[in-house]
């Protein structure tokens, strides 16, 4: 399945999305306070920088 939004609670309003937690981009998330491009807290989701 393909969804796109702009923003990750769009993402999250499909009931089709799982929003699993990707455990590799929290481990960013703790070690640096954010999490970098092109990586998302959910698996299987990627953002892209402009």
Same mark, same amino acid.
């Given at each position: 399945?393909?969804?796109?939004?702009s923003e990750l609670k769009a +993402?999250?309003?499909h009931p089709a999305f799982e929003g699993d937690v990707d455990r590799d981009a929290l481990?960013?998330? +703790?070690?640096h306070g954010y999490i970098a491009s092109p990586w998302s807290i959910y698996k299987g989701v990627r953002k892209r920088s402009v």
């Open positions: 399945m393909f969804l796109f939004g +993402l999250a309003a481990t960013l998330l +703790l070690r």
